[in-house]
C-alpha cells in the first residue's frame, strides 16, 4: 500500500515520526475535535463536540478492516497510537480495537493518547489495561485553572479525573506516562506547579513531560512559555522531560507526483511547519515550501509566523 493509499483511509495516519514515540501509526476513532475539552492551546481547533458520551463513531469492524489492511504488510513501527483530533476514550469500541490489535498483530506495541478526563469511570480504565503505553494530561489541580485552560465539559470535576488517573496507575502494567501543557499566566504560577508537583508525586508517572505551545492554537493569545522557565519549571517537577524536535532520518518516501494530496491532508490535520511536512513526507524542504507557496497563491491554505517558525494550515 503506498503512502497516499494509506492516507486515503479514514481512519489510519501515517505512519507520522512522532516526537514523543518515534515511528508511530495513528488511529483516529472519533470524528474531528470530538472531545471531553476544548482546550485552549489545542492545535486542532476548537472542539466542535463537547460531550462526555461514549459511541461507537465508527463500526469497529470498519477499524478493523483498515488495521488489517495495512499491518498484514508487516510495517516498521514503534507504536500504534490512539490519538488524533479528538479524545479516543470517547470511542465506545477502543477496548475492543485493543484486543483485536494485542492478538492479530503482538508484535506491535500500543500507545494511547489521552486526556485522561474519562478515568473515573472503572469500565474506560478495564478497557486500556493491555496497552504498552498510556500517556495522559494533567495541566491543573485547581478546578479554576482547569476551567481556564481546559474549558472542560460541565459535568466533568477535577477530583474524580485525578482520582481516576491514580486508580489506572495502581492497576496499569504497561509505561504511564503525565504530561503538563504550561499556560503561561495560567499553571505557572508556584502555587499551582506546587499542587501540580504533589499530585504526581502520588501518580508516581514512569515519565513526566513538559510541553509549551509550538505551533499555532485554539486561541490566539496562548503565547509559549520561555526556555529559561522551561528548564526550570521541569527541573521542580521532578525533572520532566521537555518534549523536543523529533529528530529521525527515517523518512517515508513518496512520489512527487503523489505530493499535492497527502501534503494537504497533512495540513488539514493539524498546522505544520515546512519542516514537519519535509519530514513526515520524506521531501527536501525546498520542495515543499515551492508546494506551499503555490498553495498559499491558489488560496487553498494560510500562514502562521510562530516562534517555531511557520505554520501552514487550512484556511478558516
Ligand atoms: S488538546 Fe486534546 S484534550 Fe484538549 S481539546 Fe484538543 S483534543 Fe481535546
Known amino acids: 500500500m ?41 492545535e486542532c481547533g476548537r472542539t466542535d463536540h463537547l460531550t462526555i458520551n461514549r459511541s461507537e463513531y465508527v463500526p469497529v469492524e470498519r477499524i478493523k478492516a483498515e488495521l488489517d489492511a495495512f499491518l498484514s504488510q ?36 500500543v500507545a494511547l493518547l489521552t486526556n485522561g478526563t474519562l478515568f473515573y469511570n472503572s469500565r474506560v480504565r478495564e478497557e486500556v489495561l493491555d496497552l504498552d503505553l498510556v ?31 491514580i486508580s489506572l496507575r495502581k492497576k496499569f502494567d504497561g509505561q504511564f506516562w503525565v504530561e503538563v501543557f504550561l499556560v503561561p499566566g495560567f499553571n505557572d504560577s508556584e502555587g499551582e506547579l506546587k499542587k501540580i508537583r504533589n499530585v504526581l508525586s502520588i501518580i508516581n508517572p514512569d515519565r513526566i513531560q513538559l510541553n509549551t505551545i ?7 493569545w496562548v503565547k509559549p512559555v520561555n526556555k529559561k522557565v522551561l528548564t526550570d519549571i521541569a527541573a521542580f ?9 523529533f529528530d529521525s532520518d527515517q523518512y517515508n518516501r513518496v512520489n512527487i ?58 484556511r478558516s
Open 135 to 165: 500517556k495522559v494530561s494533567l495541566d491543573a489541580v485547581s478546578e479554576r485553572i482547569f476551567k481556564s485552560i481546559n474549558r472542560p465539559h460541565h459535568v466533568l470535576k477535577l477530583p474524580d479525573i485525578i482520582d481516576g488517573l
Open 74 to 109: 508487516d510495517p516498521k513501527l514503534d507504536f500504534i497510537t490512539f490519538s488524533g483530533s479528538g479524545e479516543p476514550t470517547l470511542y465506545s469500541g477502543i477496548g475492543e480495537i485493543v484486543g483485536f490489535i494485542k492478538s492479530a498483530y503482538p508484535r506491535h506495541k
Open 2 to 42: 503506498t503512502n497516499k493509499q494509506h492516507l486515503g483511509c479514514r481512519h489510519i495516519f501515517g505512519p507520522v515520526p512522532s516526537r514523543r514515540l518515534g515511528r508511530s501509526l495513528g488511529v483516529d476513532l472519533v470524528p474531528h475535535k470530538t472531545c471531553t475539552l476544548n482546550c485552549v492551546y489545542c
Open 237 to 245: 517537577l521532578y525533572d520532566a522531560e521537555i518534549i523536543t524536535e
Open 257 to 314: 507526483d503523489d505530493f499535492c494530496e497527502p501534503l494537504l491532508a497533512t495540513i488539514k490535520r493539524r498546522p505544520c511547519t515546512a519542516e514537519d511536512v519535509s519530514q513526515f513526507l520524506g521531501i527536501h524542504v525546498n520542495e515543499v515550501r515551492r508546494h506551499l507557496y503555490a498553495l498559499i497563491e491558489k488560496g487553498e491554505i494560510a500562514r502562521r509566523e510562530m516562534p517555531r517558525g511557520v505554520f501552514y494550515m487550512k
Open 214 to 220: 509550538d505551533r499555532p492554537g485554539a486561541e490566539s
